[in-house]
């Protein structure tokens, strides 16, 4: 279920422009509009969920199809097909749209970032 007030299920449903790099049933991945490294990504997951702590046995295979969603994505990359995934859980990490994400970085050292 979408939650009307909430950016990205706005963006799921095609209601506000971005860079769509890849979709299927269950995720889609946009290009960061703030980017933190040369491939910045965005992994999101079609249902709301707000973050990790709000799956549970009926929402936790979307962990899966995040995964393959970035193995798929990574095959597009240069080599070496390095990449980072990161997810912030909660405001104090720095979650700052409460529809549960993953960051997909590459094209850096992480640790240059």
Same mark, same amino acid.
């Given at each position: !279920?979408?939650? @009307?007030?909430?950016? %990205?299920?706005? =963006? &799921?449903?095609?209601?506000?422009?971005?860079?769509?790099?890849?979709?299927? /049933?269950?995720? &889609?991945?946009?290009? /960061? &509009?703030?980017? #933190?490294?040369?491939?910045?990504?965005? =992994?999101?997951? #079609?249902? $709301?969920?707000?973050?990790? $702590?709000?799956?549970?046995?009926?929402?936790?295979?979307? !962990?899966?199809?995040?995964?393959? !969603?970035?193995?798929?994505? +990574? @095959? #597009?990359?240069?080599?070496?097909?390095? %990449?980072?995934? =990161?997810?912030?859980?909660?405001? @104090? +990490?720095?979650?700052?749209?409460? $529809? !549960?994400?993953?960051? %997909?970085?590459?094209?850096? #050292?992480?640790?240059?970032?």
């Amino acid at each position: !279920m979408a939650d @009307q007030s909430c950016v %990205f299920c706005k =963006i &799921i449903n095609k209601a506000l422009p971005v860079t769509l790099i890849e979709e299927n /049933d269950d995720c &889609i991945v946009i290009e /960061d &509009i703030a980017p #933190k490294a040369p491939v910045h990504y965005l =992994i999101i997951p #079609k249902k $709301h969920i707000i973050n990790v $702590h709000d799956l549970d046995a009926s929402t936790a295979s979307i !962990m899966s199809s995040m995964a393959l !969603m970035a193995k798929k994505i +990574a @095959q #597009k990359l240069p080599e070496p097909k390095a %990449f980072g995934l =990161i997810i912030n859980n909660g405001e @104090q +990490a720095g979650q700052t749209v409460l $529809h !549960m994400h993953q960051h %997909f970085l590459s094209g850096a #050292k992480l640790t240059d970032l």
